[in-house]
């Protein structure tokens, strides 16, 4: 996709000829054979492209992260460190490196992290230069969803570029474009890089509860709501399964409650590694899945349930049950009642599992993608006793 035909590529062996005029050159890291990164040969580019990726990580990443970034800068690719990708192409091509160098006025090479399965899984670029410095970030639509959620994103930074957001630092749009047919979206690189910090008691709260209000709040009952009857109707246009005749089922008896809710806008998919504590402040970035007029504490919920099961899927089902049993505390900072945070919380649940049937993520071997496997049964137990 990036380099479309009549553009060749080869697997190169060591020990082969130089690139020649025409050839670009690319390292697949950690080799050829099990790649995750694809990043510019070059060293200056090849370094940053390997700092760059994988923010904010675990101390033992990033401490690896800059042995190979070190290695690299050292000239390690010419000494045989990971395998070779060669592009040959002829002058004036229409590849994704000249599209983005043309829509930001200076030569840029890209690098990309080859990700896991998801049905979200889209093509992000690191734009770099050949001294080494990120230009930028872009996203290309690989399907009918990823072009939604990009153009999704695109909306939701220009209405938070317009918000008076002051506890968070976002992306800004450099350019919103098509190349071959495919959504392009660029935003500038946030620092995160920047010296890092750990989260100051409350801080996370304050930021999350500042993106609630974008837009006000709206306080009212659950039951004839514009959030309950478009969550309605996104899962009535899910394939027909069991999982979906489950969900519609919990969401009527939930529908029934006269609870009032105050609703609010969200993220979308907060999490540790959508976001970066540094010196210049918290930056968040990932806005693809932000929205308005949702139950304030889904972001509080998100962040929490996503931290227990990301790296454990096998706990996902407890970790479900959990969200809802403690949901009072976990959304205590946010200002929720705790009579509203079990409905919040089953919500979120049933937001949830909504999500992963409209994209159809279990078909697309996500690890998690199938909610009956994790969140319904969390839902459906929590509906019992209520």
Not at 16 to 26: C, D, I, M, N, T
Request: proline residues 5%; positive net charge.
């Amino acid at each position: 996709m990036l380099w479309p035909s009549p553009v060749s590529l080869s697997l190169v062996s060591r020990g082969r000829a130089a690139a020649r005029a025409g050839e670009q050159e690319f390292i697949l890291l950690p080799s050829a054979g099990d790649p995750r990164l694809l990043v510019p040969a070059g060293r200056r580019a090849s370094a940053a492209a390997v700092r760059r990726y994988g923010e904010p990580g675990s101390f033992k990443a990033r401490a690896g992260k800059r042995m190979l970034a070190l290695a690299l800068l050292g000239g390690g690719a010419a000494m045989g460190l990971g395998g070779r990708l060669r592009v040959r192409s002829a002058p004036g091509a229409d590849t994704a490196e000249a599209y983005l160098s043309a829509v930001l006025r200076r030569d840029v090479m890209v690098s990309t992290h080859l990700g896991a399965a998801r049905a979200n899984r889209k093509l992000v670029l690191q734009v770099l230069t050949d001294r080494g410095e990120t230009a930028g970030f872009a996203k290309i639509s690989v399907s009918p969803l990823t072009r939604d959620l990009i153009r999704a994103e695109r909306t939701a930074l220009d209405i938070l570029a317009a918000a008076d957001i002051r506890r968070l630092t976002i992306p800004q749009v450099l350019h919103y474009g098509q190349w071959q047919g495919r959504e392009v979206l660029v935003m500038n690189a946030l620092p995160t890089w920047r010296q890092r910090r750990t989260l100051r008691p409350g801080q996370l709260a304050a930021a999350m509860s500042e993106l609630s209000a974008v837009g006000g709040h709206v306080r009212g009952p659950l039951a004839g709501s514009q959030y309950l009857a478009d969550l309605r109707s996104r899962l009535a246009n899910c394939p027909a399964s069991q999982d979906r005749q489950s969900l519609t089922a919990a969401l009527t008896k939930l529908a029934a409650s006269d609870t009032q809710l105050t609703f609010g806008a969200w993220h979308g998919d907060w999490t540790n590694w959508n976001m970066a504590c540094t010196c210049q402040g918290l930056l968040v970035w990932d806005w693809e899945r932000f929205g308005r007029a949702v139950p304030v504490g889904f972001d509080f919920l998100h962040y929490r349930l996503q931290a227990a099961v990301v790296s454990r899927p096998q706990v996902a089902p407890a970790a479900a049950v959990d969200c809802v049993r403690n949901a009072a505390s976990t959304l205590a900072p946010a200002g929720v009642p705790s009579s509203e945070a079990p409905l919040t919380a089953l919500l979120y649940l049933a937001e949830l599992s909504t999500r992963y049937l409209a994209d159809r993520q279990a078909e697309a071997g996500a690890r998690l993608g199938r909610p009956g496997f994790w969140l319904i049964p969390a839902i459906e137990e929590a509906v019992r006793s209520l």
